[in-house]
Structures are given as C-alpha cells and as structure tokens.
C-alpha cells in the first residue's frame, strides 16, 4: 500500500497540517490510513490526541478511522512494514531537517510531498528535500499550501515553477482559517466543514495523489 512522506527541510511550510488534513480526507473516502510522527515536535501526534478526546466524548467506541504511531531510529523501518500490511495509505510527518529518520521516511516512500508556501525564499529552500528525494530515487511533487486568492505571489511562484521544470501538483491548499481550526479540533477540513472551500480543495488533493499513485 503506498507509503507518502511529508518532507520539507525549511521548518513553517505546514507538513504536519498536509499530512492531517490529508489523512482525514483519505479516511473519509473509507480508506484505512495510518500516520506515523518521526518529527520530534509531535504535533501530529498532538493532533491525534485531539481526536481522539473529541471522538470518545462524542461517541464511546467509534472507530477514530486513522491510527497514528510514533517512531524514530531503527524502529522506523519496521514500523513503516508493520503499518502497510495493515493500512490502505501510510503517511509519515518527517522531521524538518536531513536527518537519518527523514531520510529513511524517503527512503520508503512511494511519493514525497514538500508542502510549499507562496513566497521565492520558501521555493528555493524547497531545492535540499527535492535532492533528496532525486538522490534517494523516489517520486517527488511540491504542493502550493497557504495561497492567497489575491496577489501576486503566487504567480510569480507559479511561474518559476514552470521555468525551473520542477515537479509540482496541480491541486493546491489555500490561506484558509477552516485549516486552523479544524487542526484545533482535531478533525480535517472535510470533517469540520465538509461543504467548505477548504475542504473541497483537499479532497481535490487526495484525488490527484491518489491518480498518480494508481491507488
């Protein structure tokens, strides 16, 4: 089953939110998703946490629909075959640096994600976890997250997209508050406002993934 790190070396650029978000979407759809949290700062795993207060008090005994695990070190790879024998998609939050864990994380992916916010700094710190990936020769796609419907950055970020030939996905995430405060809630988008902007964007997202991955 296929295996998608969310990786991106320049800390702020929302891989905790993508893989959340996208985990609910997935799970939504009736897929068995599974998260592992391998960065240090544990928000996903603070996340989870969330969820699962907010389900147990709204209904005892139902299925939260997404596992998560924590791991690191040589603990990961095992984890990373327990969790696809078992689950329809594994998503890995790794850490924000080229550590050993992050590595491995792209190592086993089928697809790496770097989440990428509108700005030409943030585009040019993306350049270390593509080579990463490049060097690890695995499949990589940048993912547009926190765009503003006005402006002209995202054109200009667009545009050397496009010049620099680089991988990117078509389906992006906007500067949306629905993020922020489903995060709060311990949901996605599509669970907290499901008919939202927001939520039509990243089942949108899920779709394209999912096409790519033949899954």
């Known amino acids: 089953m296929p295996v998608i790190t969310i990786a991106q070396q320049k800390g702020g650029a929302g ?6 978000q996208l985990a609910a979407a997935l799970a939504g759809g009736g897929k068995r998703v599974a998260l592992l949290d391998i960065d240090p700062q544990k928000s996903l795993s603070a996340w989870h946490a969330r969820r699962k207060d907010r389900i147990a008090a709204a209904a005892a005994g139902h299925d939260l629909g997404i596992e998560l695990e924590e791991s690191a070190g040589w ?23 080229a550590e050993t864990e992050a590595r ?43 765009i503003s419907a006005r402006g002209k950055l995202l054109e200009t970020v667009r545009g050397e997209i496009a010049k620099g ?19 709060g809630a311990g949901l996605g988008v599509t669970e907290y406002e499901p008919r939202g902007q927001a939520a039509q964007e990243t089942r949108e997202l899920a779709a394209e993934i999912a096409k790519l991955l033949g899954a």
């Open 15 to 20: 891989k905790t939110t993508l893989a959340a």
């Open 104 to 146: 491995q994380a792209v190592r086993a992916a089928d697809l790496v994600l770097v989440p990428l916010q509108p700005s030409p700094l943030d585009l040019w710190a993306t350049q270390p976890t593509l080579d990463l990936a490049a060097a690890e020769r695995r499949t990589a796609r940048l993912v547009l997250n926190r």
């Open 75 to 97: 603990k990961l790879g095992a984890a990373l075959d327990r969790l696809r024998k078992s689950h329809d998609w594994v998503l890995v939050d790794s850490p924000p640096h």
């Open 165 to 183: 030939e680089l991988p990117a996905l078509a389906a992006a995430l906007g500067n949306r508050s629905a993020f922020a405060h489903s995060m």
